[in-house]
């Protein structure tokens, strides 16, 4: 075989490797993407969202129920609306009414929702982006000092 053509073996060879490769990291990032929402904006979907999703906002007072040893439901709002979360596991420790929350799971229901993961801000000064611009956006923010 000539020098010329095992250049350009090589050269399809790569090419399809290098596609491949693209390929598969194109899919593994569909695979893993998560999409955030805020009460409001899950109310005004018309078609609700499949798959793992992030809502966040407050948790509302008084919408802490214990519903066995490891479970309880809460309200998740931003101000405007509020949705139903339901979570089994272990809370954060900064978990609490009025706090800042991200859950992550699935819609189950109108105005529900299946929690497979709760996050809460470490400390005073932190909160999701996406948090804090849907608590801007109803007026309900407030800028620490």
Do not use: C
């Not at 053509?5 to 390929?23: C, D, G, K, N, T």
């Not at 990291?25 to 569909?30: E, N, V």
């Not at 979907?45 to 309880?72: M, T, W, Y």
């Not at 706090?99 to 799971?105: D, F, I």
């Amino acid at each position: 075989m000539k020098p010329k053509h095992q250049r350009l073996i090589f050269i399809a060879f790569s090419m399809i490797f290098m596609v491949a490769a693209v390929l598969l990291t194109m899919q593994a990032f569909r695979e893993n993407l998560v999409f955030f929402y805020s009460p409001s904006d899950l109310s005004q979907l018309s078609e609700k969202p499949s798959g793992l999703i992030r809502i966040g906002g407050l948790v509302e007072a008084g919408s802490i129920n214990k519903l066995n040893e490891d479970s309880l439901s809460f309200s998740v709002t931003d101000g405007q609306d509020s949705i139903q979360v339901e979570y089994t596991g272990l809370l954060p420790t900064l978990f609490r009414e009025g706090q800042g929350v991200v859950a992550e799971g699935n819609i189950t229901g109108i105005k529900h929702f299946t929690a497979s993961r709760i996050l809460t801000k470490h400390d005073e000064n932190y909160m999701p982006k996406e948090v804090v611009d849907s608590l801007k956006k109803t007026g309900r923010w407030q800028e620490s000092r």
